[in-house]
């Protein structure tokens, strides 16, 4: 390190809670409540980071003196599995060689594919050398113990600068709903174009005729014994797939008890009893799709809780954006438009890294290409489109 940050000392904690919360809070540059202290901290004291599913944290923080300047949550990873950025097929390869990719080191928000800071460095003059001075003592901390690769997963544009030239640049595409001042659903609705606008209003129609009763309730409103309802239609879901339910009933009642009113909820209603949900967290700019789960098969119902519930809270509070979770393609028909994300990944090995960076130049040209062509089918009416969110 050189300028100010030569005096900085690097220190890896195994527990988030050995940093104190409101150092760590201080440093967030903006108010995402995937990178509060609350948030990580109930992952790790509710048994969802756990060593044997592959998740040990490692969390970076940076000292000058006694005093906290920067933060990374960090984690040492035994598999890939929670991270939205696949990289199976470079572990597949790196071990054919005869080498171990695992453990590897994450710089991320675990089981959370949604972009942020994660060089929390606050938002001053100093900021940009302390997020290059987050990423060397990583980078070091990765030849210290002799791993195979540090990975950045969903960065923000602030953190990019930070990575330097020997850092692979990986993009994919999100779809993610932009408001654009509408006064109500109607009004997002007069913007798509006619096609789009009236298959919507039929899936609605068809959730309404179900006679389900739907509801947006804010996380801090409910009981305990609701939020355990939830989380059996979330924990249902994943098993139903095949698919393994990372998140605990502890975590769920966690989410209530430490974010309040930044955890909304769509629920639809038989009678009395939760049939579904769809589980919500925001920011002051942005809502989250998160997670979703259902007792009943009732048609358009998921995309009522999961799409339609979410913009309309949107619109209601004034919230810029609503991301609605990984992959999808259907949600383009849905009013959410294609969106980069950006990745940054260190590997240790030369020769490795430049057969990956090959790899990568060929992948980012096919993902900018789905881009454009999912652009060319725009939702949106040709005279009220709004600006693409790539």
């Given at each position: ?6 005096a900085?000392?690097?220190?890896f ?9 409101a150092?760590?809070d ?8 995937f990178?509060s202290?609350?948030f990580?901290?109930?992952l790790?004291?509710t ?5 044997d ?6 969390h ?6 006694d ?5 990374a949550?960090?984690?040492l990873k035994?598999?890939?599995h929670?991270?939205?950025?696949f990289?199976?097929s470079?572990?597949?390869a790196w071990e054919?060689a005869g080498?171990?990719y695992?453990p ?6 675990p089981y959370?594919?949604?972009s ?5 460095a606050g938002r001053d003059?100093r900021?940009p050398?302390?997020?290059?001075a987050l990423?060397?003592?990583m980078?070091g901390?990765v030849?210290?113990?002799?791993l ?5 997963n ?6 990019l600068?930070?990575?330097?030239e020997?850092w692979?640049a990986?993009?994919d ?9 509408y006064?109500d659903?109607d009004a ?12 919507i ?15 947006r309730?804010s ?5 305990p ?5 939830v989380?059996a ?6 098993d139903?797939?095949g698919?393994?339910?990372a998140?605990?009933?502890a ?7 430490t974010?309040?009113d ?5 629920l639809?209603?038989d009678a009395?009893?939760i049939v579904?949900?769809?589980l919500l967290?925001?920011s002051?700019?942005?809502l989250y799709?998160?997670y979703w789960g259902?007792?009943?098969?009732v048609?358009?119902?998921h ?5 339609y519930?979410?913009?309309e809270?949107a619109?209601a509070?004034?919230l810029t954006c609503f991301?609605?979770g ?5 949600k383009l028909?849905?009013?959410?438009l294609?969106?980069f994300t950006h990745s940054r990944?260190?590997l240790?090995?030369?020769?490795f890294?430049?057969a990956?960076h090959d790899?990568?130049v060929?992948e980012?040209?096919?993902v900018r290409?789905y881009?454009e062509?999912?652009h060319a089918h725009?939702p949106?009416a040709?005279d009220?489109a709004?600006e693409?969110?790539?």
């Open positions: 390190m050189s300028g100010p940050a030569t900085l000392q690097a220190r904690h195994a527990r988030i809670d050995e940093i104190p919360a150092d760590w201080a440093l967030r540059p903006d108010g995402s409540p990178l202290h609350a990580l901290h109930a790790e004291r048994g969802c980071i756990r060593e599913w592959g998740w040990a944290p490692h970076l923080g940076l000292y000058d003196g005093r906290l300047v920067a933060v949550p960090l984690y035994g598999n890939s929670g991270e939205f950025v990289d199976w470079w572990a597949s054919r080498g171990e695992y590897k080191l994450l710089n991320a928000v959370s594919p949604v942020g800071s994660r060089l929390l003059a900021s050398t302390l997020r290059r990423v060397t003592a980078r901390e030849d210290r113990l002799g195979s690769s540090l990975h950045a969903f960065l923000t544009e602030d953190d600068p930070a990575f330097d020997v692979l990986r993009t595409v999100q779809f993610h709903w932009h408001n654009h001042g006064a659903f997002f609705l007069a913007s798509l174009n006619h096609k789009k606008r009236k298959n209003r039929q899936e609605r129609a068809q959730v309404a005729r179900s006679g389900l009763r739907i509801e309730r996380g801090a409103g409910l009981s014994d609701e939020w355990r309802h989380h239609l979330y924990e249902a879901t994943f139903a797939k698919n393994h339910a998140l605990t009933r975590f769920f009642l966690a989410l209530g008890q974010l309040g930044a955890v909304q909820l769509a639809a209603y009395e009893r579904a949900m769809a967290i925001q002051q700019s942005t799709g998160r259902s007792a009943v098969d048609p358009g119902l995309f009522e809780l999961c799409y519930q979410g913009i809270h619109i509070r004034g991301e609605p990984a992959q999808g393609e259907h028909a849905r009013g959410f294609p969106t990944h260190y240790a090995h030369p020769q890294r430049r990956v790899a990568l060929h980012t040209a096919s290409a881009a062509e999912l725009s949106y040709r009220r709004p693409p969110g790539a």
